[in-house]
């Protein structure tokens, strides 16, 4: 009817060969009604008096709570069952693919947990700090909310996110090789007030910070990451924490690895030493070809991906006028520049960043270009202000082997061919 | 207002200390107001002082030097029964591992191969961490509810597994846990990245910078994307 309809792509078989080509189809179909090339036939989306034009629409109250348009329905988390052993200690991924601008709506935030989510009742959750203070204190929720705030956008990125892809591409998708990642404005409490409060004593170097749920998850950070910008966060872009993010509160640990961001969050130990938990010793901690283990490879490096077009976002109107978008990021600060290569890299044109340009967030990329029609291998690659470049896979191999898992940045290749379809590939 | 030096912390001034605190004061430039700077930078007052027992409630974590550790031992031939009970499901009989669940023995001189098996005995490097993770969060879905003497008694038989000790009757206690090092303990290194090109190497390549690009492999040939998952390939996943 609408040509801006979304084309019936079903849940469950979006990225699908057949789905495509069935949405292609109808997006074609489409178009011969509304393109200026048929001005013979009129568009009856014009012509003919639409339902909403007519009849009232749903009063105030229907949802209390705001939901997405039933047309957006397949704009979801979505999880790959085979990587781990169970959903409670899984991982489901954000539709990068369909969102634009940096902010991450709060229900798209993909999830990892460790025990599950843990259903902390708000009048009993408590903070406590122990360990090397002057004084051992105990903090309610509305104690915390009366301390200054701070508003922060950060990007948080599990460390594994890509690490299926180490030895080469499996997943068709860019909300599965890069959709563990989202950005939030968080308001919270800088971790150097609470330590002000309990008073640090001089041997204090390691804080220990540890969740309310059934895995007691446990990291350790050092003391001069935690003064100097990580917080406990009670809001996510303006509302209370999601359950999943770790309602009531959870750590913000800006630009560093994911599991780090405890949720949940219920202590935090000073101590003089690490602790080696379980989750930076057998896990989070990067092996290398020669058998030795990176352990404490907190920072996030620089990264890129165009989001659209790729395999679940194809290019639906052929050729002419075409939008590629994509994200950067960077947990040593801000994107300086992103290159957009249409020929697998062999050569690069300057992308334009456009929205915020913050401090360990996510800079939104936008490349506009005459698709010719042919095939096209895109590639994003993008340069921090550290001046730190997003490496190509063969160069993260080169030094890292295939079995580090975790901190994998390398610049990723989508195969856009003659019919719009987009591939994950890799090549020469 | 924030890089007084009234607004250190107490406590803070040791020499090696000071200098990285008051250069991050200056960096996270906190956006304090007015109101903060007024006040004494002591807590403002808030929270309550954590009695004895409600820290010995939640202070359950074990560091690499051992504090940390409760009171208790157990020995492999004690561990047995109460492995079987409550990990073998997952872990498996001899704590191989069950499906995608986590080997705990096994692996040693897998780890620069293609498929490196991350066991307590072919890569953890402390054995505290199996004493902090056990109880913590084991069993799963029944967290803390394990006794110190049978913690002791599972790590024993894990050990045991391992090869790393070889007498069932050994008994593992706070006082000799320390004395069982772990064989992979010295293969962590500390985080030496940058490990690829900064522009201190130069300006990035924006012209001709290989030549001919092929494709070289695809993911639709694979096909384990989850729209996708009919066909039976090969799946590597992350653990």
């Known amino acids: 009817m609408s040509r801006n309809k979304k084309p019936s792509i079903e849940a469950g078989s979006s990225g ?69 052993p169970s959903v409670q200690t899984a991982v489901n991924f954000t539709p990068l693919h369909e969102l634009d601008g940096i902010i991450t709506p709060n229900g798209l935030c993909f999830e990892r947990h460790h025990a599950g989510v843990a259903e902390v009742e708000p009048d009993k959750y408590r903070l406590m700090i122990n360990g090397l203070v002057e004084r051992p204190l105990v903090f309610t929720l509305d104690d915390l909310k009366r301390f200054p705030r701070r508003n922060q956008i950060n990007f948080l990125e599990c460390a594994a996110n890509t690490g299926m892809e180490w030895r080469g591409v499996q997943l068709n998708g860019c909300q599965f090789t890069h959709g563990m990642l989202h950005n939030v404005m968080y308001t919270g409490v800088p971790l150097r007030l609470l330590f002000e409060a309990a008073g640090l004593k001089t041997s204090a170097r390691w804080v220990m910070a540890e969740g309310a749920d059934a895995s007691a998850m446990n990291r350790s950070l050092p003391m001069s990451k935690a003064l100097d910008d990580c917080m406990i966060a009670f809001k996510m872009n303006g509302e209370a924490l999601r359950p999943e993010q770790g309602y009531p509160a959870r750590l913000v640990v800006p630009g560093w690895e994911g599991s780090l961001w405890v949720k949940w969050i219920r202590r935090l130990e000073i101590g003089d030493e690490p602790w080696h938990s379980r989750e930076e010793t057998s896990k989070y901690t990067d092996l290398l070809a020669n058998g030795k283990s990176r352990r404490f490879t907190w920072e996030m490096d620089c990264k890129s991906v165009i989001t659209s077009p790729s395999p679940q976002a194809p290019v639906k109107h052929k050729r002419g006028q075409t939008v590629i978008t994509g994200l950067a990021w960077s947990g040593r600060g801000t994107i300086a520049r992103v290159d957009v290569s249409l020929d697998g890299g062999r050569n690069w044109v300057a992308a334009r960043i456009d929205g915020p340009s913050l401090d360990k967030s996510l800079h939104r990329f936008y490349y506009d270009f005459d698709w010719n029609g042919e095939a096209v291998l895109l590639q994003s690659r993008a340069v921090d202000s550290s001046g730190y470049i997003q490496p190509t896979k063969a160069e993260l191999r080169q030094v890292r082997g295939t079995n580090s898992v975790y901190h994998n940045n390398s610049i990723q290749t989508w195969y856009l061919k003659k019919n719009g379809e987009v591939e994950n590939v890799e090549i020469s | 207002m924030s890089r007084s030096p009234e607004r250190v912390p107490r406590g803070v001034s040791g020499a090696r200390f000071a200098p990285a605190f008051l250069l991050l004061l200056g960096l996270a430039a906190t956006p304090l107001g007015p109101a903060c700077a007024a006040e004494p930078g002591r807590g403002f007052g808030l929270g309550r002082p954590a009695t004895a027992e409600e820290i010995r409630a939640w202070d359950i974590d074990v560091r690499p030097d051992g504090r940390g550790l409760p009171e208790g031992s157990g020995t492999a031939a004690e561990g047995e029964p109460i492995f079987a009970d409550k990990c073998a499901s997952c ?34 490097p402390y054995l505290s961490t199996a004493y902090d993770y056990i109880f913590r969060a084991m069993p799963f879905g029944n967290a803390q509810s394990l006794k110190p003497d049978e913690v002791y008694a599972l790590i024993a038989y894990i050990l045991l597994m391992n090869g790393i000790i070889a007498d069932d009757r050994f008994a593992l206690s706070n006082e000799n846990f320390n004395s ?33 690009v092929e494709v070289t492999m695809r993911a639709r040939v694979l096909d384990v994307t989850p729209e996708n998952d009919d066909n039976g390939a090969a799946k590597r996943a992350i653990e």
Request: glycine content about 10%; aromatic content about 6%; some cysteine.
């Open chain 1, 16 to 84: 699908s060969r057949r789905a495509f080509l069935r949405s292609s189809i109808a997006a074609g179909g489409a178009l011969v009604a509304g393109s200026s090339s048929a001005r013979a036939q009129s568009d009856t989306a014009i012509t003919q008096v639409q339902d909403w034009a007519r009849r009232l629409g749903k009063g105030v109250d229907r949802t209390a709570y705001g939901q997405p348009s039933p047309h957006e329905k397949d704009v979801v988390r979505r999880h790959v069952e085979w990587l781990t």
């Open chain 2, 91 to 124: 872990h498996g009989d001899f704590a191989e591992g069950l499906d995608r669940w986590t080997a705990l023995a096994g692996g040693v001189g897998t780890l620069q191969s293609d498929n490196p098996v991350r066991t307590i005995g072919s890569y953890w």
């Open chain 2, 180 to 212: 069982v090092r772990l064989p992979n303990e010295n293969n962590f290194i500390e985080d030496n990245r940058p490990d690829t090109a900064t522009l201190k190497d130069g300006e990035p390549c924006m012209n001709d910078c290989k030549p001919q």
